[in-house]
């Protein structure tokens, strides 16, 4: 296109040389003519010129016409095609515009909503997980020290029941040692019965008279062994002791007669049995009372027990209220992981729509930049269009001037028509004989006529032409301007674009600095999550530990019931030997006042044998020596009961040191150990009672001897019997 302006400018500009040169010729032809006026040939030749000349200029203007309709058939293409490229820019820009304005008011309120909601998701979040983080911390921390105090508890409570049970467990082994030592015991007391039965079957053979006698004493002997035969523990021991006071009582019925001044010694002894039996029943009294103190710890215990289980049921409640805070935590996490989800997809999805405004962006600025390359293209063809309207015009110029000097030459050419038909007038006038030369010139003259016919339409088409050139170029004018409007709208268009661009770039350089908050601030969630992750873990980890904690306070609860079940076990075993130690202290009042009764009827036999005493003197030195035998026997007795006093005593003390060793730990079951304890005391006063009562034994025996007599020395035997009794009883118990 430019190529084709250019020389269209350049044929435009050769053409006005033209035409000056034809104008030249054409003013130095009528020149010509002027000077050769007179000659009608040189006219004829000048006609013949200037009709060349003008068939030229017609051709030469046909040219330019065609010329000058080819541009402007070309401006018009150019113009349509400007126009419609104009067209599709600014429908495109402002559908950029459209886009741009609604992704703008879109990203606002996307950032505003966006921005409003993470502000206060993250409020809601952060006085969420202050509240929860306290709340767990507090909620952990009481635990801790509930576990505390519970693991506390359970170890004093372990250590404690595990020393109880060592200390069953070595009162059961100091006890079988007891009864293996009381078996040995009973093996020898049997081997000492049938050497006794020996010695009195002999007595029996020598006393004859004397089992007449006393048959009646045997038939009640018999009854009473009966009797003691249903004690369960001692009935080999009484049977033995039974034996030995039948011996006793076949050798008395040989010093019956001498024996009644000792009658007041028995009644001494007789009370000595009373207090003995009153001492007992004083015993079975602390028994019963030891019995109610055990039963009241029992119910301590249970009271404990029933604590435990309540705080067992709270520690379970606890546990649930735990897990139902657990859930609603982990429901809770779950829809802020879900909020985090959905916000990080908004976030994603500005994050989207971002770069899909950033590429709109690019891709405006892309076209704008076209669009400057565009009007670049155009303002440089509005240049050239500008130059070749400027050419146009100077042609136009050109042409009005051709054809005021065409206008100036036709009216010379009438002048000179006229001047001619003057002049060819005077020439027929003057020469006739020249009418064929003027036929042949008036001939010329209408081929001429015609031709100016001629030429003159052909100006009449060429001013038309020209005027519709000159409408051509008002409308080319006009167009300019319109274009010079739309080009000055672009340029209005492309400001406002620019203004735009620079919001955009604010905006853009705004959104980004807030995109740099948003990250900074999804990095903070996300630091926050992760920290609340690890808290989590955390606080996972230790719940887990509470759940083993739990679980084994569980086995060490179950362990504690089967403990304290075993201690009720204990217990009743407890209440079964206490019980079976007062039926024993019945048997053993009733067996007292047998004895008392036995003692009564020995005493009325004794008055009815104070005639046969005399009989029987002779046999007191066999009765001496059975009755060192006894003693022996006794003191054998004696030292088993004594040494068996000294390990249950070093037992005793060893308990007791453990005790007091143990008190200061052990406070469930304190008031059960101290009644224990009291059980113990009790039986070392009851064993040093035992001991002072085989000291007097001792001492009578001593006397027995000095005195040499009987009496005091069955009476002695009995009261040896019984304290004998009493000291298995004891060491049963």
């Known amino acids: 296109m430019a190529k084709k302006k250019v020389s269209q400018n350049q044929d435009s500009h050769q053409e006005p040389q033209q035409e000056k040169s034809a104008s030249d010729k054409e003013m130095s032809n009528q020149e010509k003519p ?177 089992e007449i006698r006393f048959s009646n004493l045997e038939r009640e002997m018999d009854d009473v062994v009966r009797e003691k035969s249903l004690l369960e523990q001692a009935k080999k021991e009484r049977d033995v002791e039974i034996k030995k006071l039948q011996k006793a009582v076949d050798l008395l019925n040989g010093d019956l007669g001498r024996e009644r001044g000792v009658s007041e010694g028995v009644v001494r002894e007789r009370d000595l049995i009373k ?103 155009l303002q440089k063809e509005v240049d050239q269009l500008r130059v070749t309207i400027s050419a146009l015009q100077m042609n136009e110029e050109d042409l009005q001037a051709k054809i005021a000097g065409m206008g100036k030459n036709y009216t010379e050419a009438l002048e000179r028509q006229e001047m001619l038909k003057v002049e060819l007038g005077t020439v027929i006038e003057e020469k006739s004989e020249k009418e064929k030369s003027y036929e042949l010139l008036t001939g010329e003259k209408d081929s001429i006529l015609r031709k100016l016919e001629e030429a003159l339409a052909e100006l009449i088409d060429q001013t038309r032409k020209v005027q519709e050139v000159r409408a051509e170029k008002a409308e080319i004018e006009q167009a300019k301007s319109k274009l010079e409007t739309e080009f000055e709208g672009l340029h209005e268009e492309l400001s406002s674009l620019r203004v735009s661009l620079t919001t955009v770039q604010e905006s853009s350089k705004g959104q980004m600095e807030t995109n740099k908050q948003l990250q900074s601030e999804i990095r903070n969630l996300k630091d926050n999550l992760e920290r609340v992750t690890v808290e989590r873990n955390e606080v996972q980890k230790e719940l887990d530990l509470k759940k083993k904690e739990e679980a084994s306070l569980r086995l060490k609860v179950q362990e504690l019931d089967k403990s304290i079940k075993e201690a009720m076990k204990d217990l009743e075993q407890h209440k079964n030997r206490y019980g079976s130690i007062s039926v024993e202290m019945k048997e053993l009042q009733r067996c007292s006042k047998l004895l008392i009764d036995e003692k009564s009827s020995l005493e009325r036999k004794l008055v009815e044998a104070e005639a046969g005493n005399q009989s029987l003197i002779a046999k007191m030195k066999s009765a001496e020596m059975n009755s060192e035998r006894a003693l022996l026997m006794l003191k054998d007795a004696v030292e088993l009961v004594c040494g068996s006093e000294d390990e249950y005593k070093d037992g005793i003390s060893e308990s007791e040191m453990d005790k007091e060793k143990l008190e200061k730990e052990i406070l469930l079951f304190a008031s059960e150990l101290e009644a224990i304890r009291r059980a113990f005391k009790n039986k070392e006063r009851k064993m040093e009672e035992m001991t002072q009562q085989i000291e007097s034994l001792n001492k009578s025996v001593v006397d027995a001897k000095k005195n040499r007599n009987l009496w005091t020395w069955i009476s002695s035997a009995t009261t040896i019997f019984v304290a004998a009794t009493a000291a298995y009883v004891a060491k049963g118990r």
């Open 34 to 210: 002027s000077e050769t006026m007179e000659n009608p040939s040189e006219k004829l030749k000048s006609l013949k010129s200037l009709n060349d000349i003008l068939v030229k200029e017609t051709f030469e203007r046909r040219e330019q016409v065609d010329t000058l309709l080819k541009s402007n058939k070309n401006l018009e293409s150019e113009i349509s095609r400007f126009t419609a490229e104009n067209q599709r820019l600014e429908a495109e820009m402002k559908l950029l515009e459209d886009k741009a304005m609604a992704a703008e008011i879109q990203h606002n309120l996307t950032l505003v909503s966006v921005t409003e909601q993470l502000n206060q998701k993250q409020k809601t979040l952060e006085e969420q997980m202050r509240k929860e983080q306290e709340e767990l911390k507090g909620q952990v921390k009481e635990k801790l020290r509930e576990i505390s105090k519970v693991s506390n508890e359970y170890s004093t409570y372990r250590d404690e029941a595990r020393k109880d049970l060592e200390m069953k467990q070595t009162e059961g082994d100091r006890l079988r040692s007891l009864v293996k030592d009381l078996e040995k015991s009973n093996v020898d007391a049997q081997k000492e019965m049938k050497r006794l039965r020996l010695e009195q079957d002999g007595v029996v053979e020598k006393n004859k008279d004397l």
């Open 275 to 377: 207090k003995n039996l009153d001492n007992q029943v004083k015993e079975t009294e602390s028994l019963k009372s030891k019995l109610l103190e055990l039963e009241k710890s029992k119910l301590k215990i249970q009271e404990k027990l029933s604590q435990v289980e309540i705080e067992r049921e709270r520690l379970m409640e606890e546990k649930k209220d735990r897990e139902k805070t657990l859930q609603s935590l982990g429901r809770e996490k779950d829809s802020i992981e879900r909020n985090l989800v959905d916000s990080s997809k908004l976030i994603e999805g500005l994050k989207r729509e971002k770069k899909e405004i950033v590429t709109e962006k690019e891709q405006l600025e892309e076209q704008r930049t076209k669009q400057g390359m565009k009007m670049a293209e």
